[in-house]
């Protein structure tokens, strides 16, 4: 079955500091891989998402990803963190089962950004 | 601009009442789903419809039901709330089928006591 695994829970990082969220997923096909984020009470918005072609992908608020296929990964990279970017982030691939699309998510990673 | 709306955002209700949920999207797709969120699940798929008058059961189906009488709506039911059903529900909406984004409401946090 398709799933997708964020292996860190929680991260924490220092404004300014470089951050990266892994991402793994297991889908036989090309996958369709999403990245969301969740601030505290509301709802998720997009950041990015691969379909094909570039294998990095370029989202919102200067935030990047790239899909390795060998990998199985799709991680979320931002050069330079600060404070707002502290939310809970979801890493998402789209299955196609019997027509129907499904989207599975991993468990998330919250993200803690210190001063 | 187009959105999609979720009510109640916040719900305390007992065991055993039916309590329906409501979201409204704005961008007339035909795609429409709804999902849970729980501490260690992330989001799991609860029902979705692909247009008026389809419905489909996701993997966490039990005790939900939903109908979708026109575009713009799917309410979520639950006809006999129970405690596990404690949680924060999002709906979402799509275009297509496939290769499309999905955008998600705001949230409704509905606890059972």
């Known amino acids: 079955a398709q799933s997708v695994t964020q292996p860190d829970i929680h991260i924490t990082v220092s404004e300014g500091a470089s951050l990266e969220l892994r991402c793994n997923y297991s889908?036989?096909?090309?996958?369709?891989l999403f990245w969301y984020v969740q601030s505290p009470g509301q709802g998720l918005q997009l950041l990015l998402k691969y379909f094909s072609g570039d294998t990095l992908v370029q989202g919102i608020k200067g935030f990047e990803a790239e899909f390795k296929r060998s990998q199985s990964s799709f991680n979320l990279r931002k050069p330079s963190v600060h404070w707002s970017d502290a939310a809970e982030y979801f890493c998402?691939?789209?299955?196609?089962?019997?027509?129907?699309?499904?989207?599975?998510f991993g468990q998330g990673t919250r993200l803690t950004i210190n001063p | 601009d187009a959105e999609i709306t979720q009510s109640p955002r916040h719900k305390i209700t007992e065991t055993g009442r039916q309590v329906t949920l409501a979201c409204h999207q704005t961008w007339n797709h035909n795609n429409m789903f709804w999902y849970r969120q729980d501490l260690g699940h992330g989001l799991r798929l609860i029902h979705y419809s692909y247009g008026v008058q389809d419905t489909n059961k996701g993997e966490v189906s039990d005790g939900y039901s939903v109908s979708r009488s026109n575009t713009e709506d799917l309410p979520l039911t639950l006809e006999s709330a129970a405690s596990s059903q404690t949680s924060v529900y999002f709906c979402?909406?799509?275009?297509?089928?496939?290769?499309?984004?999905?955008?998600f409401g705001p949230g409704t946090r509905l606890t059972v006591l």
């Open positions: 979402a909406s799509s275009r297509n089928v496939y290769r499309e984004t999905q955008y």
């Open positions: 889908y036989g096909a090309t996958p369709y």
């Open positions: 998402a691939v789209t299955t196609i089962i019997q027509g129907a699309q499904k989207l599975v």
